[in-house]
């Protein structure tokens, strides 16, 4: 199977919402790494975790190695929110990619 | 701030031009990648690189050739550009955490 699976591939929520995005891996990753994409196309770093919690804000992040996933928290979504999401992880010597989570927040 | 420019920005060019996207790194990291995004897909791997002098095949290598002439420097080369090869291109150094270029928009028409 694929290396990262995530989900959902779309979320759609109205503001001041909470939701979560999950990444699933098949195999032990040594960290995981969280992308927001704008508006513009511009990745943008949210998390690098290499184990354990990472706050920002109204986002907090989770990777559990062992159990071999991470989440992705949104509190309080804003309108400025909106946009894909994605989890990297490497392995092997190649860095691996979710698919992406399209957000849309509604007001 | 680790920084990554990459060059141009935007380009348009011909069926059977030759195109190249330049990437510079400003991190000194030995890893340097090169990914190509379609609408409403995520990130495919090309070429990446290991430091100076190497090169490797990621995913979707085909009609792509890469070039690594220094730590801060790696070039993805289309040798004979193909409309199928519209897309936005991203360029990233990575030492552990990934850090990516603005991107770059290609049409070739």
């Known amino acids: 199977g694929m290396p990262v699976e995530q989900n959902p591939p779309a979320l759609s929520l109205y503001e001041g919402a909470d939701s979560g995005l999950r990444c699933n891996f098949s195999t032990t990753m040594k960290s995981v790494q969280w992308f927001q994409q704008n508006h513009r196309g511009r990745l943008i770093t949210l998390f690098y975790?290499?184990?354990g919690t990472k706050e920002n804000g109204r986002l907090k992040s989770t990777f559990n190695s062992k159990e071999r996933y991470s989440t992705l928290h949104i509190k309080d979504a804003q309108l400025e929110d909106s946009g894909t999401y994605f989890c990297?992880?490497?392995?092997?010597?190649?860095?691996?990619f979710g698919d992406g989570t399209q957000l849309v927040v509604k007001p | 701030e680790a920084a990554v420019t990459q060059s141009p920005r935007n380009k348009v060019a011909v069926t059977g031009g030759k195109v190249t996207l330049s990437c510079n790194q400003t991190?000194?990291?030995?890893?340097m990648y090169w990914y190509r995004q379609d609408t409403g897909h995520g990130l495919r791997l090309i070429h990446y690189s290991y430091g100076a002098g190497s090169t490797e095949k990621g995913d979707i290598p085909d009609g792509y050739k890469a070039s690594r002439p220094s730590q801060e420097n790696f070039s993805l080369i289309l040798e004979l550009a193909t409309p199928s090869q519209t897309s936005v291109y991203f360029c990233a150094s990575e030492a552990g955490q990934l850090y990516f270029g603005e991107g770059s928009k290609l049409t070739v028409l």
């Open positions: 975790l290499a184990q």
């Open positions: 990297a992880a490497p392995n092997n010597n190649r860095i691996f």
């Open positions: 991190n000194n990291h030995n890893n």
